[in-house]
């Protein structure tokens, strides 16, 4: 079984830095599954990786050590271990506000029988805006669920939504005017409970299934 790590590396600065630490991984069977430059200076870049590998991990950071632009590597907790899977709400401030409220709440339920699920939250208005948001959320690492809270949404976010949905992303929407609601993978009235179904749809500690519902307004 493939064990995660995470791992923060200081270099050099420069060009090649990071073919040269992804070649040491992969000899080393390592398989990437995030890179983060954390902080980037004159002097000294901090890069936060999280690799997959079929053993422990001491080879590789001694095969990192040996290369001359690695300063130090440090091991530390994945973000997947410590923050899990990520919801994010997006939409008008009020609405977004109450479905947090429903979703944090039913995270913490999970959480405290072994999950870990995240929420995150962005107010925002503007169909340009919404659209390159809700396309940016497909980006996000670890995003599981995203909920759109409004009153109205339609036009180009649809089409996002469309396009995110398509990539496995999960769309909750709130049951609002506008063309949204009919692309999304579940409409739900009231907005709490539209952030507790989220949770429960990505929780694993959760036995509801999004694909098993009979209807999907609620």
Do not use: W
């Not at 973000?79 to 979703?103: D, P, S, Y």
């Amino acid at each position: 079984m493939l064990e995660k790590v995470g791992l923060v590396v200081h270099t050099d600065p420069g060009p090649g830095i990071m073919h040269q630490m992804s070649g040491v991984i992969a000899s080393c069977n390592g398989n990437i599954t995030s890179i983060a430059i954390m902080e980037r200076h004159a002097d000294v870049e901090r890069i936060y990786f999280e690799i997959e590998l079929p053993g422990e991990p001491e080879a590789m950071i001694a095969a990192l050590d040996e290369l001359k632009v690695v300063r130090r590597v440090e091991i530390v907790n994945s973000l997947q271990r410590i923050f899990g899977k990520r919801i994010i709400i997006t939409g008008g401030g009020a609405q977004v506000g109450q479905v947090a409220i429903g979703a944090i709440s039913e995270a913490d339920r999970h959480n405290i029988r072994g999950e870990h699920i995240s929420v995150d939250t962005i107010p925002l208005v503007g169909e340009q805006q919404l659209g390159a948001a809700v396309r940016a959320v497909a980006r996000l690492p670890r995003a599981k669920a995203l909920v759109l809270a409004g009153s109205l949404m339609g036009g180009d976010i649809e089409a996002a939504v469309r396009e995110v949905r398509a990539q496995g992303l999960l769309v909750i929407s709130l049951n609002m005017a506008g063309s949204v609601p009919d692309a999304a993978d579940l409409v739900v009235t009231d907005p709490v409970q539209a952030g507790v179904m989220a949770v429960m749809a990505v929780a694993d500690t959760a036995k509801f299934t999004v694909a098993r519902l009979n209807r999907r307004v609620f």
